[in-house]
């Protein structure tokens, strides 16, 4: 007892206050990380609370962007996990020093463990409050964002759900559990002395550098060819996941050992390295070889990841009605046992419905065809047999040239054993085929043919159309499909043959629906009805699925943004504390301002150069994936992918820039 007769104040009720403190005096690096973790927390929460809103599950078609959050929200906590345990670890970093003095000072590893546990409370609570209240008053904008862009009904109310907010509550506190974990083993490990003099310990180079830095050369080839050999066929994900985790990987390889090898290039370059400017910035990248190569390859990687991001975000929202129109050419389709509908009499249904309604029939077709799965190879069309691979198993089309002509308001002909060809694909070249044992002459293989559109360069799940000469030529190819089945008779086979109906509509999507209401009810009282399909409802069901994609494109370009703006801001701020000491001895013994201020921007600019060419370079490979990708989602614009990998490039360069000379500042302003 003191000579108050007050009792000493106890070490565990200091500890609260000194983490406080602690946040409040490290302010400059723990604003970032609270500002990211509230946001991080708000899009998680963002993605929980519009996925348990019970009114998402009664829109129509709601089910697919359902779907969409659900996989969203799954990366976005794989994203989340790793770059927030990343950013931790420049805090716990930054305050060894700190923590060591406390050490010195009498407190223990359990005292120190407790205030860490504080202080992580701290960080979480204003983490997880900023982020559900930021998302209570942001998500209905955010809701309505992604009904208009999936084409929903948007007269809605948005409605706070408990689930969403223990789902976020858990999830960062798994993520918070892990980083105070971190930094307990990193403080009960060390010792005073070592605490104190962490901050400022140089590293060690790396071992087998050079064995590395081939290893990564070799891997990240082999992503690149993945990327630029990729095609549109059954193994286009796991060939996209693959080519991520080698880019990735051969990323980071590379740039902690060709950095370390530039670095040690320009050092035995004598009359470059005994300059004042040059000497500061390469012997300061050495001291922390390790740190700055991870930075640069995080850098790299979210620069990528952000670009790669809105090239598919930007061409999505841009191609998303070419998309629907693919997978629906038609507003609406019927089908028929063969001849059991006039031509006359629907382009008759069809022009009395135009008058009523005020809108005009672009395409009305009424063909009979018949439709066959065949093996294909080359040039070769032969009947599916048991064993044969699925991705050699094609639909194939065949019609008369009489229904062709009508399709196409055109008078070709044909001599004996000559045909037209189509594929849905990249054009075959082929000058004949051989079709079910038989050769047959191409006297053209056709551009274009509605209602099949074309697919771009892949042939993966193409169709193919042959137009053969005449009824007699018809009966002949199918009686030897039968023949060689032995499955099919030949009846049930020419059974098989339907008139497909298609009528294509010119307006508006709202002033089709009374017209496509009425035209599909007199389809269905007509004889020999088998089904209609209505191409507004499929392009809307496109739509929201699309739609779902769309925003989370959006929301992961901020997402990787964020995280992009936090790596370089980190990198550089606790360099510059670093730098201090060095810079101050430099003036001392003479370097002025201005070559201070040159050594600056020459160690950022070789900072920020190099994981930009990193990412140009992989944004060039990656290109080739996401025209892959997109050729997924019936999106084969080629010329559009370009166009918006060059676009977002340029302003990515741009606003790469800016952040390059703020970057400068706030570093200057640290070291000076």
Known sequence: ?????????????????????????????????????????????????????????????????????????????????????????????????????????????????????????????????????????????LFLLLLRISGLPVEVEFVFTGQAFGETAVFFAVIFGINLIYGLIRVGWSKPVELLSGSKKGEKEPRWNFVWGILGLVILGWGYATSIQSKLDSSIFTDFFLAVFAVVLGTYLLFTSGSILLLKILKRNRRFYYRAENFITVSGMLYRMKKNAAGLSNICIFSTMMIITLVCTITLYLGIDDITHFSAPYDIRAGYMAGSMDPGELKEKVASLEQKYGIRALRVDCPEVISLACHKEENRFREERPGDAYEDIYDVTVMTLENYNLMEGKSEELKENQVLFYSSGENCGYDSIEFLGEQAEIVEELPELFPWPKSGTSDFGAGYVIVVRDEAALVRYMEDFA???????????????????????????????????????????????????????????????YGGLLFIGIIFGIVFFMCLLLIMYYKQVSEGYEDQGSFAIMQKVGMSDKEIRGTIHRQIFLVFFLPL??????????????????????????????????????????????????????????VS
Request: charged share 20%.
């Open 1 to 141: 007892m003191n000579k108050s007769g007050n009792k000493p104040m106890s070490k565990w009720r200091l500890l609260p206050g000194l983490a406080v403190r602690g946040i409040i005096q490290n302010g400059r690096v723990y604003c970032p990380y609270i500002i990211t973790s509230v946001f991080s927390a708000f899009t998680f929460f963002v993605f929980s609370s519009i996925r348990h809103n019970d009114l998402i599950l009664t829109l129509p078609h709601a089910a697919y962007a359902w779907m969409m959050l659900k996989i969203g929200q799954v990366l976005l906590g794989i994203i989340l996990l790793p770059f927030l345990y990343y950013a931790n670890s420049f805090l716990i970093k930054g305050r060894t020093k700190e923590i060591g003095l406390y050490s010195i000072l009498g407190l223990e590893k359990r005292h120190i463990g407790i205030m860490l546990i504080c202080e992580t409370l701290v960080l979480y609570c204003f983490a997880l409050m900023g982020g559900v209240i930021l998302g209570c008053v942001l998500s209905k904008l």
């Open 483 to 545: 023949a060689k089945t032995r499955i099919k008779e030949y009846e049930e086979i020419m059974d098989g043959r339907r008139q497909r109906i298609g009528v294509f509509l010119e307006g508006k999507d709202e002033l089709k629906q009374d017209f496509i209401r009425e035209l599909s009810e007199w389809f269905q009282a007509k004889p020999g009805f088998l089904f209609y399909h209505d191409g507004l409802e499929s392009r809307a069901m496109s739509r929201t699925m």
């Open 613 to 670: 060419f990193g990412a140009m370079t992989h944004t060039f490979a990656g290109k080739f994936m996401v025209e892959a990708l997109m050729g997924a989602l019936n999106l084969f614009n080629t010329r559009l992918i370009t166009e918006c990998c060059v676009g977002v490039s340029l302003v990515f360069i741009l606003i790469y820039g800016v952040s390059y000379r703020i970057t400068a500042r706030v570093y200057y302003r640290i």
